[in-house]
């Protein structure tokens, strides 16, 4: 996704550090009355789903009855007992603190920029502005394509810390086994004639997109988005979030509802291709991040995608006469790129294929 004219805008966490007032810029804050109370959340009544337990013969009844509640009533849920080595996990939150530590020239080198004009999704940087009013969110990231292998784009992989590299690859690595049985998982639940139809649907060329969002103090928390609110365009996305510092909110019958930080758990969110897939039984949840006066704050996700090329589209399974089909087919390429748009405008790109 590139395009010329992008607005150059410094880091945010450059500009945080830069703010000798408690003002943001224009620009950050958002406009309508409705989002702006960013605060007064609730904790939401997530579950935690002992995954060792859900994929056991004998034993999984009742993780796989609180994975389609989760599933159903928020749309995430976490794992514990996932199989992702602890010292994995700490290795890509340490390598993903230590980037954005670095001197802005050093992480400059892997700018989203192309000669500091032209836009590319991936690398170092913030959001292509599209237009004069787009609010802009509160934080920087570090995107980067890591599935297909062969389509890594290694020169934009921060040579440090030194261990960058080899940390991503492992934590990619120990999650897409996770991402798989979660989606065996999730295809018993709806008891299609093969448990493999999602891992099977994600093609031979599935893409997975590995995001490190680093989010600075804000001096006006509650006028400010971390990130705006959205769904995931993905299948599922794998989010390892802060261990120390929550601001990721769930929207659930027009209520913010904080969710809980647990501790060696990973968060799992349901995105639009798998509310697709599923007829819309499984619901992508509108999701946003607020910011935080006090603290800084770090997360990593991995974002799973069907094959680009490929179409999606309710399974047959799951179509009837009393459930006709409620999105029409669409190729993954295509949507990803209307998803971008449409976030950058804060608008929900899933409603634009509904039948």
């Known amino acids: 996704m590139g395009s010329t004219g992008a607005a150059r805008t410094m880091p945010v966490q450059e500009l945080a ?96 920029l192309i000669c500091g004009e032209q836009f590319q999704s991936e690398g170092y940087g913030n959001d292509w502005v599209s237009s004069p009013d787009q609010t802009r969110d509160w934080t920087d990231r570090l995107y980067l394509k890591v599935e297909p292998e062969d389509e890594r784009r290694i020169a934009l992989w921060p040579e440090h810390p030194e261990n960058f590299r080899d940390a991503l690859h492992e934590f990619t690595k120990k999650c897409g086994k996770l991402k798989d049985e979660l989606l065996r998982a999730m295809g018993k639940l709806l008891e299609l004639d093969d448990d493999d139809y999602f891992v099977d649907q994600l093609g031979e060329k599935a893409l997975t997109n590995a995001r490190c969002s680093y989010y600075p103090e804000c001096p006006r928390p509650e006028l400010v988005f971390g990130l705006k609110p959205h769904s995931d365009g993905t299948v599922v996305t794998v989010l390892m979030v802060d261990d120390s510092v929550g601001g990721l909110q769930v929207l659930k019958d027009g209520v913010w509802w904080d969710v809980p930080v647990v501790p060696q758990t990973l968060l799992i969110l349901i995105g639009d291709q798998i509310e697709i897939m599923s007829n819309g039984i499984f619901k992508s949840p509108v999701h946003r991040v607020i910011t935080n006066a006090k603290k800084e704050r770090l997360s990593v996700a991995l974002d799973y995608s069907v094959d680009p090329e490929r179409e999606i589209e309710p399974s047959p399974q799951l179509v009837n006469e009393k459930r006709p089909a409620l999105y029409r087919k669409v190729k993954v390429k295509d949507y990803i790129a209307t998803y971008y748009n449409h976030f950058f405008q804060g608008e929900m790109v899933i409603d634009t294929i509904k039948i």
């Open 17 to 112: 550090g830069a703010l000798g007032t408690p003002d943001v810029p224009a620009p950050y804050i958002v406009r309508t009355h409705k989002d702006q109370q960013l605060s007064s959340a609730v904790v939401a009544p997530v579950p935690v789903i002992d995954h060792g337990r859900l994929l056991q013969k004998d034993d999984s009844a009742d993780e796989a009855a609180k994975l389609r509640s989760a599933i159903e009533s928020w749309g995430l849920f976490m794992v514990s007992n996932h199989g992702v080595d602890a010292a994995v996990i700490e290795s890509m939150r340490a390598v993903s603190r230590e980037f954005f530590r670095q001197p802005l020239e050093e992480k400059q080198r892997y700018s989203n």
